[in-house]
């Protein structure tokens, strides 16, 4: 098997990210965790040359790649790598078969990211980029001049789910974002917005270009991409994954969705008393809680900020699946996602997104160099000091 961490290119060709890993001392162990994640990936047919030298120079979608087929082995799957397109052809439990195209809304390739004037504008341009790279996957899904054989001609694709599954790795802001502009982009709902006790999420169904063009958002509310099956989405499904597997020494923000029945909360809980609150659980181990009183359960978040050998989470954790309701080819519902996987839903009838999120569920997660810098930043920006 190839050595994805043997240059194969000059250095002025490798990309930042793969120089800091293999030139960063910290990093030695993270290096063979990441190469056993594209283990079957790198028995590709004739391919795998030239993803090795896509990973050494592009890096966040070769990286988007060997995290899905990790997480393909960890659903019990295995990958025909014998079929050249789409980029896993999968075989499930009972035989079950279907497709997967990856792909990644990524920096521009001169590497100078663009500045979003406001939150609002990198939210808006976030969400843009991503309705983009879907539909571009669409239309090689379904063919165009610059395709001479469409993914829908090809034998091992017509008659079987075709799902996307896509990252967002468009801006330094782009893996806190959470789920919410893949909310608006296929539901087309809006994040939620507290009134009182409730929670609100405004329906929108467009946005604008910077010439002006409206975009539609909510594109699995209507039939206009019923050759999509599924979407796969995570901001967590990064490098930052093998370095907290790694165990190695740094700090950890992670934040987890809390949901409980009110009927199991004890009334004298501290965790689940409604509003902000912060605990220091130890040392270098801080939680902050958000509760809300929703109808008949309290939801929230947890936020730990903590000393990475307090973290745990599973190659799954923070992967959603999205299922389009309109699909020519719908996936199969009785399939078994195991509990961290958060489920997606549209019911055609209520008009209304059925979002299933586990307790404790991993929302975003980042990690930092263990420094004095950043734990001062880290518990500062989140009010501890």
Same mark, same amino acid.
């Given at each position: ?222 039939? #206009? @991409?019923?050759?999509? $099956? ?5 901001? !967590?499904?990064?490098?930052?994954? %093998?370095? =907290? ?63 990475? #050998? @307090?973290?745990?989470? $599973? ?5 959603? !699946?999205?299922?389009?309701?309109? %699909?020519? =080819? ?56």
């Amino acid at each position: 098997m190839l050595d994805l961490f043997e240059p194969r290119l000059p250095d002025s060709k490798l990309h930042k990210s793969f120089r800091e890993i293999r030139t960063n001392p910290s990093y030695c162990k993270v290096m063979p965790i990441i190469q056993s994640w594209a283990a079957s990936l790198l028995g590709r047919n004739g391919e795998v040359g030239k993803f090795v030298k896509e990973f050494q120079s592009t890096f966040n979608s070769s990286m988007w790649e060997i995290y899905l087929n990790k997480a393909l082995a960890d659903l019990g799957c295995s990958v025909d790598y014998s079929k050249s397109s789409p980029d896993f052809f999968v075989t499930a439990p009972g035989n079950y078969q279907f497709n997967i195209e990856a792909v990644i809304s990524d920096q521009p390739a001169d590497d100078k990211e663009r500045q979003p004037c406001s939150d609002q504008d990198f939210k808006d341009h976030g969400a843009l980029k991503l309705v983009g790279k879907i539909r571009d996957k669409l239309k090689i899904f379904r063919g165009n001049n610059s395709k001479k054989h469409p993914y829908s001609s090809l034998s091992h694709v017509q008659g079987r789910p075709f799902v996307i599954a896509i990252a967002p790795f468009d801006s330094s802001q782009s893996l806190m974002q959470n789920n919410e502009l893949i909310n608006l982009v296929l539901f087309g709902i809006g994040a939620p917005v507290l009134e009182g006790t409730e929670l609100r999420q405004d329906r929108i169904r467009s946005l604008a270009t910077a010439s002006g063009a409206p975009v539609e958002m909510g594109i699995f509310t209507n039939d #206009s @991409f019923k050759e999509i $099956s599924a979407v796969i989405f995570s901001t !967590v499904g990064t490098f930052g994954k %093998a370095v =907290v597997e790694s165990r190695i020494e740094g700090l950890v923000r992670a934040t987890r969705y809390r949901v409980m029945s009110k009927e199991r909360v004890q009334l004298d809980s501290p965790l689940w008393q409604l509003g902000t609150h912060r605990f220091q659980v130890g040392k270098l181990n801080y939680l902050m809680t958000q509760r809300w009183d929703f109808g008949g359960d309290i939801i929230g978040s947890d936020v730990h900020i903590q000393h990475s #050998s @307090f973290h745990r989470e $599973s190659h799954l954790d923070g992967l959603h !699946v999205y299922f389009n309701p309109y %699909a020519e =080819v719908p996936f199969d519902p009785s399939f078994t996602w195991p509990g961290e996987v958060s489920r997606n839903y549209y019911d055609v009838t209520a008009d209304q997104p059925i979002q299933i999120h586990p307790d404790r569920a991993l929302v975003s997660r980042q990690v930092f160099e263990m420094s004095p810098f950043w734990i001062h930043h880290l518990l500062r920006s989140n009010g501890f000091v």
